[in-house]
């Protein structure tokens, strides 16, 4: 079947993204368009476009008279949904630690400032969100309990006003997502998760901060506990 030029550039893109991370392309290499074209298969047009968008990614630099310079993770935009996906493609098991040990700082807080700040509407909305974990969880849906989940901390995030939170919202639904599709979240979720979700919402709504961040700090400690055996050997790298 013949991709449309959307789906040959967001393919190419996801594909030199990932040799990128996995270290097909390691940090130092120089490459020219005309190689990627060649390695790829595909118009030089399109590798222009791809190149682009690494380039923002901070994954690769243009040098004058020379081409293209793969750089090394510590310069790339770690935190952006593309790097996020492709690392949980290929390197899943430190991609998973990282951004947990991540939840775990930033959660609880987030949490806490949205008992503090959240509007009734929002409030209600949280509590919903949580109803709906319990049904699709208890009911074994693992895809409507992932997008209600998601939800759910997305409007945790956003609801204490605090703008770089709420950013962190689509680092959390790629982190779920990730999780889910790695198959490390369970059919049936633990009845004390799903229980600590709905803390967190009664917390919300009656304004008990230090109750909210408990709550939070116990669902994303329980998210490090079942995963851990996933990173138990993985080495920590700093950036290469």
């Given at each position: 079947?013949t ?12 594909q ?32 222009r476009?791809?190149?682009r ?19 090394a993770?510590?310069e790339?935009?770690?935190l ?16 998973l ?8 700082a ?19 909305e ?9 049904s699709?969880g ?36 790629e ?32 304004q008990?901060?230090d ?5 939070m ?24």
């Amino acid at each position: 079947m013949t991709r449309s030029p959307r789906n040959l550039h967001e393919h190419l893109r996801d594909q030199v993204g990932q040799d990128i991370v996995a270290g097909r392309l390691a940090a130092g290499t120089i490459v020219k368009a005309e190689d990627l074209r060649a390695r790829y298969d595909v118009s030089l047009s399109v590798v222009r476009e791809v190149v682009r968008v690494l380039e923002s990614l901070g994954m690769l630099r243009p040098v004058k008279r020379v081409g293209l310079v793969v750089l090394a993770m510590s310069e790339w935009t770690l935190l952006d949904p593309l790097v996020i996906r492709w690392r949980m493609t290929e390197a899943p098991a430190g991609q998973l630690r990282s951004l947990t040990e991540l939840r775990v700082a930033i959660e609880p807080e987030a949490a806490a400032l949205a008992a503090r700040h959240a509007t009734a509407e929002v409030a209600e909305e949280i509590m919903t969100l949580a109803a709906r974990m319990r049904s699709s969880g208890r009911q074994g849906d693992v895809e409507a309990f992932l997008d209600a989940d998601v939800a759910f901390h997305r409007a945790v995030l956003g609801a204490g006003g605090n703008e770089l939170f709420a950013a962190f919202d689509t680092v959390i639904g790629e982190i779920l997502a990730g999780r889910t599709g790695a198959g490390l979240m369970p059919q049936f979720p633990h009845p004390d998760a799903l229980q600590w979700h709905f803390d967190v919402a009664d917390s919300i709504g009656r304004q008990e901060p230090d109750r909210a961040r408990e709550a939070m700090a116990k669902i994303v400690a329980k998210a490090d506990d079942e995963m851990g055996r996933v990173w138990a050997d993985e080495p920590r790298h700093p950036g290469r």
